[in-house]
C-alpha cells in the first residue's frame, strides 16, 4: 500500500505549538484508523539533544505522550544512569501513531511498515526544522531508516558519531525496547548507557549556544 503522506497536514511555519496542535488531523496514511490517539514530540525548542524512537506503544497510545511505558521507564533510567536529564532534552518517534496487532484482548506492537514509515517521515522533518538540535540520538532500527537511510545498521555503528544527510550530527544507538526483552539485560542497559554517554559529550560539543543538557 502506498499512502499519500503527511505533508498536506504539516504546518510550513510556526513552532512546536502549531505543530502539535495540526498533528490530530493527519490522515498521512492508516494508521490513525485503529489508534486511540496521536502521540507527539514533547521537551524544549532549546533541546540540544533530540531522541528519536519508532512509534508510540500500548502505553503511549492511552496516555498521549511519548515515551512512558516500559521502554519509556528503561529510557529514563538510561538517560539518568548517563547523567542527562530527561526534561532537557527533545524527544520523540519516527511514526506518530501506534500499529499494532489484537490477540485477544492485548495489542501487540508491530514494527511500521517502509510505506507508513516515510508516509510520518513529514512531521519529524519538520521538528528537526524547528528545534535544529546539535545532536540527534536515533533509537533502533525504524528511526535509523528514516533518518540514515536502508543501508545503516545500528548493530555495527552504534556510539559512533554519523551524519544526517543534511549534515547535522548523529548517533545511532539500539531502541530501549530490545533492552527491555534482552536475555543479557545489565550488559545491554550498561552498553546504552555507555552510547547515552557519549551522546551528551557529542551534544556538548556542540556551537550552536542551545541551552546544554542537563545533569540528571
Ligand atoms: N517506543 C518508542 O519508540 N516510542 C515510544 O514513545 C514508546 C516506546
Ligand atoms: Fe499521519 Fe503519521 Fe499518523 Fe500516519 S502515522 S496518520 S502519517 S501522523
Not at 500499529?99 to 512531521?123: D, L, M, N
Request: glycine share 10%; aromatic share 6%.
Amino acid at each position: 500500500m502506498k499512502f499519500a503522506g503527511a505533508d498536506e497536514w504539516v504546518p510550513a511555519r510556526g513552532g512546536l505549538p502549531k505543530l502539535r496542535a495540526a498533528l490530530p488531523d493527519c490522515r498521512g496514511c492508516d494508521l490513525w484508523e485503529n489508534a486511540i490517539q496521536v502521540v507527539p514530540g514533547e521537551g524544549p525548542r532549546q533541546a540540544s539533544m533530540m531522541l528519536v524512537g519508532e512509534q508510540p506503544g500500548d502505553v503511549e497510545d492511552k496516555e498521549g505522550r511519548v515515551f512512558v511505558g516500559p521502554a519509556g521507564r528503561l529510557l529514563d533510567k538510561a538517560l539518568g544512569a548517563a547523567g542527562i536529564d530527561r526534561d532537557s532534552v527533545y524527544l520523540t518517534n519516527t511514526v506518530k501513531h501506534f500499529r499494532f496487532e489484537e490477540r485477544g484482548k492485548r495489542r501487540i506492537h508491530k514494527t511500521p511498515a517502509v510505506s507508513q514509515i516515510v508516509a510520518c517521515t513529514p512531521w519529524l522533518s519538520r521538528e528537526l526544522e524547528i528545534v535544529k538540535p546539535d545532536l540527534v540520538v536515533v533509537l533502533g532500527s525504524v528511526a535509523a531508516r528514516a533518518l540514515l537511510g536502508t543501508g545503516f545498521k545500528v548493530t555495527e555503528r552504534r556510539g559512533q558519531p554519523v551524519e544526517l544527510p543534511d549534515g547535522t550530527a548523529a548517533m545511532a544507538t539500539v531502541h530501549p525496547s530490545a533492552v527491555v526483552r534482552s536475555e543479557e539485560y545489565r550488559r545491554d542497559f550498561g552498553l546504552l548507557v555507555d552510547d547515552l554517554r557519549s551522546a551528551r559529550s557529542l551534544a556538548a560539543a556542540g556551537h550552536s549556544g542551545k541551552s546544554k543538557v542537563k545533569p540528571a
